[in-house]
């Protein structure tokens, strides 16, 4: 393939970037953030904006080597019922030191594999989450599934509860990349998930996919693109492959030789990409494509997207409430992460109810830089002068990084207005990462090697 001037610009930027599902960044969250501070902050929740609430459940039965979320394998059903009884209290204790019955507009369970918990489990936690909050009757409730582990009995429990978003893996159709990241899974697998969850009602489905696996190649992406299509998805994650073998041992496992350079990932991406605009998708910041209805591209054109540590999100509550293992929350004074080890995590839940292991509050311009990277992963434009304004900052603050910024406007890869916009040009939405770390006060490119490629 042959790339036009901003791309090869683009490929020439391919250094390692954060991801800045949070600002700052959780490689800056520390350990002098506790439970005690999380407990200051979720009883200083003053306002009755509904929350948000993240179970995260971090069991799956296989390990699929691409896999970069926590979570733990295990072929037995004993550590997750005792999970289940561990994190039910936590809720309680959330909801206990929070000490009224918020209003809930969006929960989310993530993993690992949420569909790792029977039916009855799931439901007992929903049932405890209504007990302790009033999830309001249009709140959105969503699933992360792995379409290997759904049974009837589970689809059944997720329409009776009022779940209304499933989101499935699938990765990759082609059956050698499938064996070379140990997750077999025919399409048929998948279809059938999808016909069981959309008989329970569960109707609105994400795919999730993914650029950048060994073995893949351009035709191999654009058929995947084409059989996801066929299952009438209301969204596709496109994700491109984070290999980070220094921080999850098992991508060892993957051949490094079969990994697509970046001028491949590059073009992976922009087919896949023209082929699902062409088909109606509307492309919404790094890596979601959604149809023109769907709540999250009506964000887009009103501009009230939102990024938060699942990705891009339509959901605008100012706090999450994060419970499980590893879950982080954001509330209005700062980032609260738990203990990311189950065994520490469920000691800690039956030491003390609560099991925060790090974290930030907020301090400085934190605030301010976070409106600007958010703006510019969302919308993929930041009016600095208005957030400025409203910060009540003077104009010129971010001058130096303006200055710092003329290469990026150069090479056409942004660009900066009279009243000190930033606007990423469309050719160039691949770097958006890059475009944000110039706001990122803590990020340092000449010493920075642990995150994924920005590309
Ligand atoms: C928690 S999993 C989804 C639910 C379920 N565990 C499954 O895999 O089917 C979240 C998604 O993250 C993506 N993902 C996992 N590891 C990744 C990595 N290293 N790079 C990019 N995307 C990754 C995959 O697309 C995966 O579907
Ligand atoms: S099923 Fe999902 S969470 Fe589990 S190992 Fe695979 S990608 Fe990771």
């Known amino acids: 393939m042959s790339f036009n001037p901003i791309e090869q610009k683009i490929l020439k930027l391919d250094r390692q970037v954060p991801r800045y599902t949070s600002y700052p960044t959780a490689p800056h969250f520390h350990d002098g953030v506790k439970e005690k501070n999380f407990s200051q902050g979720l009883s200083s929740l003053t306002n009755n904006k509904p929350v948000s609430l993240y179970l995260h459940i971090p069991f799956c039965h296989e390990m699929c080597f691409y896999c970069g979320c926590n979570t733990k394998i295990t072929k037995k059903y004993a550590p997750v019922e005792k999970y289940t009884d561990i994190l039910l209290r936590e809720i309680r204790t959330v909801s206990d030191t929070i000490g009224k019955k918020l209003d809930v507009s969006h929960i989310h369970f993530g993993g690992g594999s949420p569909n790792s918990l029977y039916a009855n489990d799931f439901t007992r936690i929903m049932d405890m989450l209504r007990e302790r909050f009033n999830v309001l009757p249009t709140a959105e409730i969503a699933i992360e599934l792995d379409p290997r582990v759904l049974t009837h009995d589970k689809a059944e429990a997720y329409g009776k509860n009022g779940i209304n978003r499933g989101s499935l893996g699938v990765q990759d159709f082609n059956a050698k990349v499938q064996k ?76 490094e030789e079969a990994l697509p350079q970046a001028d491949m990932r590059l073009e992976m991406f922009h087919k896949a990409k023209d082929k699902l605009v062409k088909e109606g998708f509307i492309s919404i910041g790094l890596d979601h494509f959604v149809l023109p209805d769907d709540p999250m591209a009506i964000a887009l054109k009103e501009g009230t997207l ?3 540590f699942q990705g891009y999100t339509t959901d605008n509550a100012d706090t999450l409430i994060g419970m499980g293992c590893s879950a982080i929350s954001y509330l209005p004074t700062g980032y609260y992460q738990n203990n990311s080890k189950v065994h520490l995590y469920e000691k800690e839940v039956m030491e003390w109810g609560l099991a925060t292991e790090r974290g930030i509050e907020f301090s400085g311009d934190d605030v301010l830089r976070k409106t600007i990277i958010e703006d510019i992963m969302c919308n993929l434009k930041a009016e600095t002068a208005t957030i400025l304004e409203s910060f009540k900052k003077s104009n010129d603050f971010f001058d130096v990084e303006l200055a710092q910024m003329q290469g990026l406007v150069d090479d056409g890869i942004i660009e900066i207005d009279t009243k000190k916009t930033i606007t990423v040009t469309p050719e160039a939405a691949a770097a958006v990462r890059v475009v944000a770390s110039y706001f990122d006060e803590y990020f340092n490119p000449q010493t920075n090697t642990k995150h994924s490629r920005a590309i």
């Not at 489905?205 to 654009?222: A, F, H, K, R, S």
């Not at 693109?225 to 496992?253: C, E, N, Q």
Request: no cysteine; charged share 25%.
């Open 180 to 255: 070379t990241i140990n997750r077999i899974q025919p399409y048929e697998q998948v279809k059938e998930s999808i016909d069981l969850l959309r008989g329970f009602d569960v109707q609105k489905l994400n795919i999730d996919l993914i650029y950048g696996l060994p073995y893949q190649t351009v035709e191999g992406i654009l058929d995947n693109i084409d059989k996801t299509l066929t299952l009438k998805p209301d969204r596709i994650s496109l994700f491109g492959y984070a290999h980070v073998p220094w921080m999850k041992k098992h991508m060892r496992l993957i051949p």
């Open 306 to 308: 939102n990024r938060n």
